[in-house]
C-alpha cells in the first residue's frame, strides 16, 4: 500500500530508471480493438531526466493499489505544451502494437491463414509468444491469397481481424500489455466486485442503462448499453464488471467494457498547500455480458488497378516454374521488398486469352520471362497473369487469307506507339477523318480508296 503523505499516489515505473516518476496529472482511453492512449503530466524537479533516452522504453503507470495500474510503452515526450507546469514534461504512452503503424509495406501471402499472417507480421516486431495470446475457437482457412499493398502493418492486422470477425484487447500487469485476439467471451477476464453508491470504498458512482440504436436481439428484446462512472482504480476495458447495489434490481448483473476514459491528479503533500491531495475517475461503457461483441469498424481492402510487372522464376534446380493446376510460379516487382533469393514466388493462373494465345502461337511462358498481372476488378484476393510484356505476336491467318488492310495511323497504333490523332470538329478524331476539306486530321489519316 502507499502513503500519500511519503510517496505520489500515482507513480511511473520506467525500465532502466532507478527511481519511479512522479505523475501529477494524467488521462488516457481504451477500448476493445483500438489501441489504448494515455497522457501523463510528469515531475522533473530536478532537471536531470534524460527525455530523448526515454523514447520506447517499457513503463508501468501505477495507480496506488497493488494491482491497479496500465504497462505500455513511452512513444512521445513534450517539454514545450501549452499549459505545463513548471518543471513539467508530457509523456504520451502506448502499446507496443502502435508501432505496427510506422511500417507500410507491399506483399502477398499465399496459403496463409489469418491468425498465421498475423502471427508473422507481429514477429517482425519483436512482438512473440511472451507478447502475444490467440484465444480463438473458430476454424480459419488458408487463404489463397493475401495482399497487403500500400497499408500500414497496423491498418492490415486490423483489416484482417475486421474481415474474419476477431477482435483484440490488452490484459495489463507489471511486465508486460499482454495483447490478446480472439473471437468469443470466455477471453475477457472479470473483474472484482463493483457495488453501487458505495461510501466505504472505491465503486460505481453513476449507472444508466438504454437501448441500443437499432439494436434487437432475438426475442424482440432491445440490445441493452450501459453507460457509468466509477472511482475503480483496476477497471479496464475487455473485463467483465459484475455491478450490485443498483436500486433497479434488473441491472445488478455482469457488464462487459467496451470502452473507458480514465482521468486523475496528484500532489504529494510537499506540492500542494493543504495537503497531499488525490482524485481518480473514469467513464466507462459496457453492454451485456451475453450479447457477443463485435467490432463495428470495417476496413476497405486495398484496390489494385492497372497491370503488375512480374518476372516468371523456377522454384527448384530442374527449372520447374509450373504445377499440376498450371498456375506458373512469379516474382511481382511491386510486392519484391525483399532480395529474389530470399523472397518466396507467388503461383498464379493464366488468363484464358494468354492461355489461348500461347496455344495458338505455340509459343510457352519460360523462366526469366516478363509478365503483366492483373488484378481482377481490382480484388486483391484475386491476381492473373493477364499477357506477356515483350512484343506481343501475331496471330496466325488461315491459309490463303489476306491480312485486312489498316488505315496507317491505325497500323501505328496497334504497333504500340503512342500516337493519338486531335480533331477539333464534331464527329472527328476517330479512326476516320472528318468531313471538312482542309481538316488536319486529313494530312494524317488518307481518305479510303485513295491511297
Known amino acids: 500500500m502507499f502513503d500519500p503523505v511519503s510517496e505520489p499516489f500515482f507513480r511511473l515505473d520506467v525500465a532502466g530508471l532507478s527511481h519511479p516518476l512522479i505523475v501529477t496529472a494524467f488521462s488516457g482511453t481504451e477500448a476493445i480493438d483500438e489501441l489504448f492512449v494515455f497522457e501523463l503530466d510528469v515531475l522533473d524537479e530536478e532537471g536531470e531526466l534524460d527525455l530523448?533516452?526515454?523514447?520506447?522504453?517499457?513503463?508501468?503507470?501505477?495507480?496506488?493499489?497493488?494491482?491497479?495500474?496500465?504497462?505500455?510503452?513511452?512513444?512521445?515526450?513534450?517539454?514545450?505544451?501549452?499549459?505545463?507546469?513548471?518543471?513539467?514534461?508530457?509523456?504520451?504512452?502506448?502499446?507496443?502494437?502502435?508501432?505496427?503503424?510506422?511500417?507500410?509495406?507491399?506483399?502477398?501471402?499465399?496459403?496463409?491463414?489469418?491468425?498465421?499472417?498475423?502471427?508473422?507480421?507481429?514477429?517482425?516486431?519483436?512482438?512473440?509468444?511472451?507478447?502475444?495470446?490467440?484465444?480463438?475457437?473458430?476454424?480459419?482457412?488458408?487463404?489463397?491469397?493475401?495482399?497487403?499493398?500500400?497499408?500500414?502493418?497496423?491498418?492490415?492486422?486490423?483489416?484482417?481481424?475486421?474481415?474474419?470477425?476477431?477482435?483484440?484487447?490488452?490484459?495489463?500487469?507489471?511486465?508486460?500489455?499482454?495483447?490478446?485476439?480472439?473471437?468469443?467471451?470466455?477471453?475477457?477476464?472479470?473483474?472484482?466486485?463493483?457495488?453501487?453508491?458505495?461510501?466505504?470504498?472505491?465503486?460505481?458512482?453513476?449507472?444508466?442503462?438504454?437501448?441500443?440504436?437499432?439494436?434487437?436481439?432475438?426475442?424482440?428484446?432491445?440490445?441493452?448499453?450501459?453507460?457509468?462512472?466509477?472511482?475503480?482504480?483496476?477497471?479496464?476495458?475487455?473485463?467483465?464488471?459484475?455491478?450490485?447495489?443498483?436500486?433497479?434490481?434488473?441491472?445488478?448483473?455482469?457488464?462487459?467494457?467496451?470502452?473507458?476514459?480514465?482521468?486523475?491528479?496528484?500532489?504529494?503533500?510537499?506540492?500542494?498547500?493543504?495537503?497531499?491531495?488525490?482524485?481518480?475517475?473514469?467513464?466507462?461503457?459496457?453492454?451485456?455480458?451475453?450479447?457477443?461483441?463485435?467490432?463495428?469498424?470495417?476496413?476497405?481492402?486495398?484496390?489494385?488497378s492497372g497491370l503488375f510487372r512480374a518476372q516468371v522464376v523456377d522454384v527448384d534446380e530442374q527449372g520447374t516454374f509450373r504445377d499440376e493446376t498450371g498456375r506458373v510460379a512469379v516474382r511481382i516487382d511491386a510486392f519484391s521488398q525483399c532480395s529474389a533469393s530470399s523472397q518466396a514466388p507467388c503461383w498464379l493462373p493464366l488468363a484464358r486469352s494468354l492461355q489461348r494465345e500461347c496455344e495458338e502461337n505455340g509459343s510457352a511462358l519460360m523462366v526469366g520471362m516478363a509478365v503483366w498481372v492483373r488484378f481482377q476488378d481490382g480484388d486483391a484476393q484475386a491476381p492473373r497473369i493477364v499477357m506477356r510484356a515483350d512484343v506481343r505476336l501475331p496471330r496466325p491467318l488461315p491459309a490463303g487469307a489476306q491480312r485486312p488492310r489498316r488505315e496507317p495511323i491505325l497500323e501505328s497504333l496497334h504497333a504500340g506507339y503512342p500516337l493519338v490523332l486531335l480533331c477539333g470538329q464534331p464527329m472527328g478524331g476517330s479512326e476516320r477523318h472528318c468531313a471538312v476539306q482542309d481538316c488536319v486530321c486529313r494530312g494524317v489519316l488518307p481518305r479510303r480508296g485513295l491511297s
Open 52 to 304: 530523448a533516452g526515454l523514447m520506447y522504453r517499457s513503463c508501468y503507470l501505477a495507480l496506488g493499489t497493488e494491482n491497479a495500474g496500465f504497462h505500455a510503452q513511452i512513444q512521445g515526450v513534450n517539454l514545450t505544451l501549452r499549459g505545463l507546469a513548471r518543471g513539467h514534461c508530457r509523456l504520451s504512452l502506448g502499446p507496443r502494437l502502435g508501432c505496427l503503424a510506422q511500417r507500410v509495406s507491399r506483399r502477398l501471402f499465399q496459403h496463409c491463414s489469418v491468425p498465421a499472417i498475423i502471427a508473422r507480421v507481429l514477429e517482425e516486431h519483436g512482438l512473440g509468444d511472451d507478447a502475444v495470446r490467440f484465444s480463438l475457437k473458430g476454424h480459419y482457412a488458408r487463404r489463397a491469397c493475401c495482399v497487403q499493398y500500400e497499408e500500414s502493418n497496423l491498418a492490415f492486422v486490423q483489416r484482417l481481424c475486421a474481415e474474419e470477425g476477431i477482435h483484440y484487447h490488452f490484459q495489463h500487469s507489471r511486465d508486460v500489455h499482454l495483447l490478446v485476439f480472439a473471437d468469443h467471451q470466455g477471453a475477457f477476464r472479470r473483474a472484482p466486485q463493483a457495488r453501487f453508491a458505495h461510501e466505504a470504498g472505491p465503486g460505481v458512482l453513476d449507472f444508466c442503462v438504454t437501448l441500443a440504436a437499432g439494436g434487437r436481439r432475438r426475442g424482440g428484446r432491445g440490445a441493452q448499453v450501459a453507460e457509468g462512472e466509477s472511482d475503480l482504480p483496476g477497471l479496464a476495458s475487455g473485463a467483465y464488471l459484475p455491478v450490485s447495489g443498483h436500486p433497479c434490481a434488473a441491472w445488478n448483473r455482469l457488464w462487459l467494457v467496451t470502452r473507458l476514459s480514465h482521468r486523475g491528479d496528484s500532489l504529494p503533500g510537499e506540492l500542494a498547500d493543504t495537503g497531499p491531495r488525490v482524485r481518480y475517475g473514469n467513464a466507462f461503457a459496457a453492454t451485456s455480458w451475453e450479447v457477443a461483441f463485435r467490432s463495428r469498424r470495417r476496413r476497405p481492402g486495398p484496390v489494385l
